[in-house]
């Protein structure tokens, strides 16, 4: 008599719905990453360090952050980013633009110069003024010797991080160890979500500007290396002329046809 009410119970259980799992969003998976160590930080959010360049990121940070924005921007803003979008991509050698080529000021911010998607900015805006002090003159002392002759320490943009952003919790000290740590939490994301080879992971395609990922997404891998072949090649004036075109065929676009997701 037990074992037929054993058996019953047992079919019961097999034969119960299952409660649904709770998916866990992307956005929580990089917190998970970003918060793995205390990076709260004193910054008054002046965004001085915005106003100048917006940091390469991870597609999977990319992935994040450009689904938000695409969900809470009108078809006008979004033309505008791609059409700045197109100015930053081509504004790349010094010879040809000078200090354009080096001022990029981030495209999220709001008009009153603070971060509108503040929640979903990427590890490198999280680091900026945390950096242990040797690994930041180590980066800055690579684009020192990049523009030598062009400009001085002094002259280049960021060369020191900002004196106001300080740890709130500073119990842990921030190190090289932890700092890679983490960016290979996020290469690791990379893996799974996106379609990289283990070259292209080696290479670092993985890791790019908010303009170039947005760019990629818009042309394609091979149009992208078109216009890089062109932008290389093209005098300045020429450049000047290219990216009026491409905005002009973006406005023209998009403004009949401007996708949901990107």
């Not at 001085?48 to 009108?74: D, G, H, R």
């Not at 020429?238 to 973006?250: C, K, P």
Request: charged share 30%; with cysteine; proline share 4%.
């Amino acid at each position: 008599m037990s074992k037929k009410r054993g058996k019953v119970k047992i079919k019961e259980y097999l034969n119960k719905p299952k409660k649904p799992t709770k998916k866990i969003g992307l956005k929580q998976v990089l917190h998970d990453i970003y918060y793995r160590y205390n990076l709260e930080t004193t910054c008054n959010g002046v965004c001085e360090c915005c106003k100048v360049a917006c940091p390469s990121m991870n597609f999977c940070e990319y992935s994040q952050l450009i689904n938000e924005v695409w969900k809470t921007t009108n078809k006008s803003e979004k033309i505008e980013l791609i059409c700045k979008s197109v100015e930053y991509f081509f504004y790349n050698q010094f010879e040809k633009f000078g200090m354009k080529t080096l001022i990029k000021p981030c495209m999220l911010l709001s008009k009153e110069g603070k971060c509108k998607w503040y929640d979903s900015r990427p590890l490198n805006c999280r680091l900026y003024g945390l950096w242990p002090i040797t690994l930041y003159r180590e980066r800055v002392d690579k684009f020192e010797k990049a523009y030598s002759g062009l400009l001085s320490r002094e002259q280049l943009p960021l060369n020191t991080q900002c004196p106001y952003v300080k740890r709130k919790d500073e119990s842990q000290p921030l190190t090289k160890e932890i700092i890679e740590e983490l960016f290979t939490q996020l290469d690791m994301l990379d893996t799974k979500i996106g379609n990289f080879s283990e070259i292209q992971m080696k290479q670092k395609e993985n890791y790019r500007t908010f303009h170039d990922w947005l760019l990629l997404k818009i042309f394609g891998e091979s149009k992208l290396a078109d216009l890089t072949d062109f932008m290389i090649a093209a005098s300045g004036s020429t450049t000047e002329d290219m990216i009026n075109v491409l905005e002009q065929t973006v406005r023209t676009q998009f403004e009949k046809d401007m996708p949901e997701s990107l």
